[in-house]
């Protein structure tokens, strides 16, 4: 088998990929659309801007020339914001044999039209094209620090999965494979609303209670839309579903959930963008799935009031407000 694997994205989780897979001995191309950071990156040695700390591996290669992906490998792992995932896949068509395997670490939906990351890959590729998500509680920093961690990679085609599996998995990096693509793109989405909301929470501090009640009745949301859209109720009871959420719920490396805290102190939406400084998936993606949730009939109060958050200028604790007013009802 050819040990080589070209990841697409330089930021923080494509570098960390990237570095994975250098150290499991796989020569790895890591490709970024701006040529000065990438640039950057081949000088310094480690991605000073995302991920500072970690040396790359001598095997380990940077470009910024999407032509050097076709040459390199046939193996492409995709990890860039889901806005430029299709954009991404389009620009990299014509430069790739019809042989060539597509994998994604992508979180998010279309934001064109809210559809699914792999209906993207089968519009743009061959349906018969291997495909693969790659999802589950995982943050980059913890990655390329070698801390234990576990993954699901998704894949209708179970020799591809364990072909990619085989690729990540390491002593400290522990992948596990599923055939469930919908539940687990669903839950790596719709997860980030979630973790926008139980910052706001945190930032008005409401406490402990309050979070494990989001997270709880996020799940729920989740699992709704999920099993809807085609997904099994029993991934989002895993490392895609529940793993991904808790982490991204309760620990202020998310990204999502740092925005959260910052609205919940009653700080301005660009400015908390502003500092932040990397792409907030939630902010789209709550707006694809309340869009998604109307389409199909699905209650979603907790994505409707982030939405009204983010759309509406909604207060953060009128949102709260809204969501403890509700009827009662039965939890099953």
Not at 68 to 87: N, R, T, Y
Not at 122 to 130: G, K, L, S, V
Not at 255 to 278: T, V
Request: net charge neutral; hydrophobic share 45%; aromatic share 6%.
């Amino acid at each position: 088998m050819d040990r080589k694997i070209a990841i697409l994205g330089a930021g923080s989780w494509g570098t960390a990929l990237a570095i994975l897979a250098a150290r499991n001995g796989y020569r790895t191309l890591l490709w970024g659309h701006n040529s000065e950071h990438t640039a950057s990156l081949g000088r310094d040695r480690q991605n000073k801007r995302y991920l500072s700390d970690f040396s790359f591996p001598e095997n380990l290669i940077v470009t910024a020339d999407l032509s050097d992906i076709a040459e390199f490998s046939k193996l492409i792992l995709v990890s860039v914001p889901s806005h430029a995932f299709k954009e991404t896949l389009i620009k990299l068509k014509p430069l790739l044999s019809s042989e060539i395997k597509i994998a994604w670490a992508t979180k998010g939906f279309n934001p064109d039209d809210g559809s699914l990351l792999h209906e993207i890959v089968a519009e743009i590729f061959a349906a018969q094209t291997p495909s693969a998500i790659l999802s589950g509680p995982t943050f980059a920093r913890e990655v390329a620090a070698d801390l234990p961690t576990a993954i699901t990679i998704a894949s209708s085609n179970h020799d591809f999965a364990n072909q990619l599996a085989g690729i990540l998995h390491s002593r400290r990096f522990r992948t596990y494979t599923s055939s469930d693509m919908i539940g687990v793109e669903v839950g790596g989405a719709v997860k980030n609303v979630m973790a926008i909301a139980a910052g706001i929470a945190d930032g008005l501090g409401f406490g402990a209670n309050t979070r494990a009640a989001l997270i709880t009745r996020g799940l729920t949301e989740i699992i709704r839309l999920g099993v809807k859209l085609g997904g099994k109720q029993e991934t989002f009871m895993g490392l895609a579903g529940l793993g991904d959420l808790v982490l991204t719920c309760t620990d202020n490396q998310s990204r999502n959930r740092r925005f959260g805290l910052a609205l919940g102190q009653g700080k301005d939406k660009n400015a908390a963008i502003l500092k932040i400084g990397q792409e907030i998936e939630g902010i789209s993606a709550a707006k694809e799935t309340f869009l998604l949730a109307g389409k199909y009939g699905i209650d979603m109060p907790i994505t409707e009031q982030v939405c009204k958050v983010l759309y509406e200028d909604l207060a953060p604790l009128t949102a709260v407000q809204n969501l403890l007013a509700r009827d009662l009802k039965s939890e099953s």
